[in-house]
């Protein structure tokens, strides 16, 4: 799929290469990530392998993405939006670690290689998660403090997206939602959680790193949740779609297990037109940027067309 995104819908209408900004950003956040994170020769090296395992297997790294995106369009400086965009990219990976394990979504393929308790075993694959998750916090309290965000701002922000009323929240209502008729807005109060919470506040961060001002934040705020949305809608789409091979990780997997999900309560041609709306939204709140947020509006449609 080309990547080059020429605005139909974008505010600025000017063409933007996001492959090279994705390419670029990649690289950045692959050497941040190699430096914050212990070397896979230190005790307990186990640990250390199985942590660097899954973060370097092959992930989108759209939430670093996003955050560095946000950065650019509030004027701010790569450097300093790049802790957060490597915390909120370790906690991500936390995530599908625990998501895969037997007790939860029991998957032997993500990012196409096989899952970390296939690897390492489920005791270290536990210990693997809780410690990108740990190191998260370590990784975002070295980013500078702003006039506006101070550090405290900022760990509270990354805490309460990933904590028991957002992300873990997500996750709790999506197991208990399994083989159960759930209605569509239970189904919203799922995706809030679980996919866009953390996607938002990537987005918010990347804000925060370059000091942007109350209006700023609240369009991010407003483009982030509106992304996030769509990407679980379309993730859910990829599911039934798209094979194995393409996804990296075992396709299929949402109706096997019963899961709710969009194409299963309003079918695929619906689920199609959600995610162009709530794409259409996240566009919309990008507005008072005028035409400066175009990494940003690059990715929504990148997201929006995406096939893996
Ligand atoms: C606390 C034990 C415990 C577990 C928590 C919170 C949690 C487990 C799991 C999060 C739920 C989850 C996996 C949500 C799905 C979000 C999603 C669509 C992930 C896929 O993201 P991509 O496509 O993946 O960006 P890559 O691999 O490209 O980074």
């Given at each position: 799929m080309s990547i080059m995104t020429k605005g139909v819908d974008s505010s600025s209408g000017a063409s933007f290469d996001l492959a090279r900004f994705l390419a670029a950003g990649t690289e950045a956040v692959n050497r941040a990530l190699d430096h914050y994170l212990p070397a896979a020769k230190v005790r307990p090296a186990t640990i250390h392998r199985a942590m660097?395992?899954?973060?370097?297997?092959?992930?989108?790294?759209?939430r670093p993405a996003l955050c560095l995106g946000a950065a650019a369009a509030c004027g701010g400086?790569?450097?300093?939006?790049?802790?957060?965009?490597?915390?909120?990219e370790c906690i991500h990976t936390y995530s599908?670690?625990?998501?895969?394990?037997?007790?939860?979504?029991?998957?032997?393929?993500?990012?196409?290689?096989?899952?970390?308790?296939?690897?390492?075993?489920?005791?270290?694959?536990?210990?693997?998660?809780?410690?990108?998750?740990?190191?998260?916090?370590?990784?975002?309290?070295?980013c500078k403090s702003r006039p506006r965000y101070s550090h405290q701002t900022i760990i509270l922000e990354l805490a309460r997206a990933a904590g028991s009323l957002q992300l873990v929240a997500g996750q709790a209502a999506d197991?208990?939602?399994?083989?159960?008729?759930?209605?569509?807005?239970?189904?919203?109060?799922?995706?809030?959680?679980?996919?866009?919470?953390?996607?938002?506040?990537?987005?918010?961060?990347?804000?925060?790193?370059?000091?942007?001002?109350?209006?700023?934040?609240q369009a991010l705020t407003d483009f982030g949740y509106h992304v996030g949305l769509a990407?679980?809608?379309?993730?859910?789409?990829?599911?039934?779609t798209q094979t194995s091979e393409k996804l990296g990780k075992t396709a299929g997997k949402d109706s096997e297990a019963q899961k709710a999900t969009y194409p299963a309560i309003v079918g695929l041609q619906k689920s199609r037109a959600i995610a162009q709306d709530l794409t259409q939204r996240?566009?919309?709140?990008?507005?008072?940027?005028?035409?400066?947020?175009?990494?940003l509006e690059a990715l929504a449609q990148f997201l929006l067309k995406r096939d893996r």
């Open positions: 660097r395992y899954s973060l370097f297997a092959g992930g989108k790294r759209m400086a790569q450097a300093d939006a790049m802790p957060l965009a490597c915390a909120v599908l670690i625990h998501d895969d394990l037997p007790a939860m979504d029991n998957d032997d393929y993500r990012r196409g290689k096989p899952t970390n308790h296939k690897v390492f075993g489920e005791g270290i694959a536990v210990l693997a998660g809780d410690a990108l998750l740990t190191q998260a916090f370590e990784v975002a309290a070295q197991l208990e939602a399994e083989g159960k008729k759930i209605s569509a807005p239970q189904l919203r109060y799922i995706h809030e959680r679980k996919t866009s919470a953390l996607l938002c506040c990537s987005v918010r961060l990347g804000g925060m790193s370059a000091n942007c001002t109350p209006a700023q934040l990407f679980q809608v379309i993730d859910d789409i990829l599911d039934v996240a566009f919309a709140a990008l507005k008072p940027f005028r035409g400066q947020a175009r990494a």
